[in-house]
């Protein structure tokens, strides 16, 4: 959804300028649900189409009610540095920019049906102003696929999808992702799980064996009942201190799913797709079409592909391909307090968490 061009004032330098767009990432924003929070996990791609270099001054997101009354509002402006979380707040005529959504967490009683988001931007060295607005109605997100935690044993989330997750800030204007049309995230909800001991320990020693990792070799497996729809297996594992994958962009360009080494995805149905990469070379236990059962083993966590260590990267997605990102709660899983596992409510994790998963293979 495009707004055109407001005005906060009569701005006749501005107004034969041009107009700016917004536009949200993805099409449909949704609500992940944590403990006492609302999570709203988007992106606005702004496309400044005057003539003029512009500055985003404000950034305002305001929660309406059905009559259009506020509910709540929260904002980062040139009051203070709030107005410095946002890394991409220059853009130049006919340029586009990503911005991620900072004012991501919201109170689990807000009414986040209907939010209004209003970009103020300052124009060069004069005192004039832009404002461009964008209507919002994000949705909770509850999944079909019952789902479990893909791995056993005490796990630790090394990236999750938190605002400053990697998998979080995909930037679809950048290089590859312009080379390959992708204008969705499909990690927008991803984790890299890693095995540790006690102590968050990956591995014993220096670790330049895999066989020393914790993970490695441990068993991956099916989060709920689904067909292998893709799959590959024969890429070798990295080490520590070597990278058996050179990726290229040519290489990339002829196999999008090299970065992924060795990887299964799963259909589960109903527009959920399962993506787990980084698969022990010579593990992958499924073939393309099989149907598999929830806790069915399908490989185990290795080192191969675009990975710096040994983990599983797993993300649930729209399908099979560049399908936009979805959260995923997991059933049978326990947090760790500080002095014991506890069990997760809402079933949703991330960044930072130790957890492991009460199902027994």
């Known amino acids: 959804m495009k707004y055109a061009l407001l005005l906060l004032a009569l701005l006749p330098a501005l107004a034969m300028a041009g107009e700016v767009d917004l536009a949200q990432l993805p099409a449909q924003p949704l609500i992940e649900v944590r403990a006492n929070q609302q999570i709203v996990n988007f992106d606005v791609l702004l496309t400044n189409n005057t003539a003029e270099e512009l500055e985003v001054s404000r950034y305002q997101l305001t929660v309406l009610g059905p009559k259009g009354e506020m509910v709540a509002q929260r904002r980062l402006d040139t009051n203070g540095m709030g107005i ?56 909770r997100y509850e999944n079909h696929a019952k789902l479990i935690l893909p791995v056993t044993g005490r796990t630790f989330i090394h990236d999750g999808h938190d605002y400053v997750s990697h998998h979080r800030r995909l930037d679809v204007t950048g290089g590859m992702a312009t080379a390959l049309g992708i204008d969705t995230n499909m990690t927008r909800y991803a984790y890299d799980f890693v095995i540790v001991d006690e102590k968050g320990r990956m591995y014993r020693g220096d670790g330049e064996k895999n066989e020393d990792w914790y993970g490695f070799g441990t068993p991956v497996v099916a989060p709920a009942d689904g067909v292998v729809v893709a799959m590959s297996d024969g890429q070798p594992d990295n080490t520590k201190s070597h990278k058996a994958l050179k990726l290229s962009m040519e290489a990339f360009m002829a196999n999008h799913n090299l970065p992924l080494g060795n990887f299964v995805i799963l259909d589960h149905g109903h527009g959920e797709f399962s993506t787990f990469a980084h698969f022990k070379n010579g593990s992958v236990a499924v073939k393309k079409g099989e149907h598999v059962r ?68």
Request: charged fraction near 25%.
């Open 84 to 139: 410095l979380t946002l890394p991409n707040r220059v853009v130049k005529p006919g340029e586009k920019v990503v911005l991620f959504n900072p004012l991501y967490s919201w109170g689990k009683d807000v009414p986040l049906g209907t939010m209004r988001l209003d970009i103020a931007l300052d124009a060069g060295e004069t005192s004039e102003k832009v404002l461009a607005t964008l209507d919002l109605h994000p949705r």
């Open 294 to 361: 929830q806790g069915q083993q399908i490989g185990q966590m290795g080192f191969s592909g675009d990975a710096f260590l040994v983990h599983l990267h797993y993300q649930l997605q729209r399908d099979a391909n560049w399908g936009e990102g979805l959260p995923s709660y997991f059933s049978d899983v326990e947090r760790f307090d500080g002095s014991r596992f506890v069990p997760v409510a809402d079933g949703q994790i991330d960044s930072g968490d130790v957890v492991r998963s009460t199902r027994r293979p």
